[in-house]
């Protein structure tokens, strides 16, 4: 039997996932203007412009939608990234732009959203067991990317350990930058950590049968 659809022609499967998704946004725009304090249920209901039974349906307590923010955040990161994968596999140098790319996404609200959970964490022994969970998460996405941009080399436990530690070194810099407005020093920072990113990764190319194109 076909899915009934409403007058818009949408079927409730695909109304059910636009919901949640209204609440998800919702509560990363409430995390990034009250922080994670004030990141309530009704401050999320209010901005997602729904009633307080349908955030129940979806997410029954505030731990069940932070610990699904948790994870929409690491999604919608993968999903900058790969919308500008085919870019980054035509750039001269596939690695800068790929270490270029990992800073891009790093940035904006979903940066402010995910921080506000990393300090949170630290006195909240719930948010940071979901936060524990939903790191192996973010870190297969980047070895999905970096499969897709690099090929064979993702396999190689060296090249993805120096990709991770790329990833981390983005984490550092942004939390540090959360205390300075200069996003001119903030840039500045980045170019001479990528420029020691790349000795770094480069060494570890010079150890693999074949280089990546454009690499240096």
Same mark, same amino acid.
């Given at each position: 039997?076909?899915?009934?659809?409403?007058?818009?022609?949408?079927?409730?499967?695909?109304? *059910?996932?636009?919901?949640?998704?209204?609440?998800?946004?919702? +509560?990363?725009?409430?995390?990034?203007?009250?922080?994670?304090?004030?990141?309530?249920?009704?401050?999320?209901?209010?901005?997602?412009?729904?009633? =307080?039974?349908?955030?129940?349906?979806?997410? &029954?307590?505030?731990?069940?939608?932070?610990?699904? %923010?948790?994870?929409?955040?690491?999604?919608?990161? @993968?999903?900058? /990234?790969?919308?500008?994968?085919?870019?980054?596999? =035509?750039?001269?140098?596939?690695?800068? %732009?790929?270490?270029? $790319?990992?800073?891009?996404?790093?940035?904006?609200?979903?940066?402010? %959203?995910?921080?506000?959970?990393?300090?949170?964490?630290?006195? #909240?022994?719930?948010?940071?067991?979901?936060? /524990?969970? /939903?790191? &192996?998460?973010?870190?297969?996405?980047?070895?999905?990317?970096? %499969? *897709? @941009?690099?090929?064979?080399?993702?396999?190689?436990?060296?090249?993805?350990?120096?990709?991770?530690?790329?990833? #981390? +070194?983005? !984490?550092?810099?942004? $939390? $540090?930058?959360? *205390?300075?407005?200069?996003?001119?020093?903030?840039?500045? !920072?980045?170019?001479?950590?990528?420029? #020691?990113?790349?000795?770094?990764? #480069?060494?570890?190319?010079?150890?693999?049968?074949?280089?990546? *194109?454009?690499?240096?």
């Amino acid at each position: 039997m076909p899915a009934r659809k409403s007058k818009t022609g949408r079927t409730q499967q695909e109304r *059910s996932a636009a919901m949640r998704k209204r609440l998800l946004d919702a +509560t990363v725009e409430c995390l990034v203007r009250y922080g994670y304090a004030g990141t309530t249920t009704t401050r999320v209901t209010e901005l997602a412009g729904v009633t =307080r039974g349908a955030q129940v349906h979806h997410f &029954p307590t505030r731990a069940d939608l932070v610990a699904a %923010a948790v994870r929409h955040l690491a999604a919608k990161r @993968a999903e900058l /990234a790969f919308e500008k994968i085919d870019a980054v596999r =035509r750039a001269p140098d596939p690695l800068d %732009a790929a270490l270029d $790319l990992m800073w891009e996404i790093h940035q904006g609200p979903i940066l402010y %959203a995910t921080i506000e959970m990393w300090v949170a964490a630290r006195t #909240d022994l719930e948010l940071r067991a979901q936060l /524990a969970a /939903a790191e &192996p998460e973010a870190r297969t996405a980047v070895l999905e990317f970096s %499969a *897709s @941009a690099f090929g064979e080399h993702a396999d190689n436990p060296r090249f993805r350990h120096a990709m991770y530690t790329a990833l #981390d +070194t983005v !984490r550092g810099i942004q $939390l $540090l930058g959360l *205390s300075n407005p200069d996003t001119a020093e903030q840039d500045a !920072r980045w170019k001479r950590a990528k420029a #020691d990113l790349r000795v770094l990764i #480069d060494g570890v190319l010079g150890q693999l049968p074949e280089r990546i *194109s454009g690499a240096r």
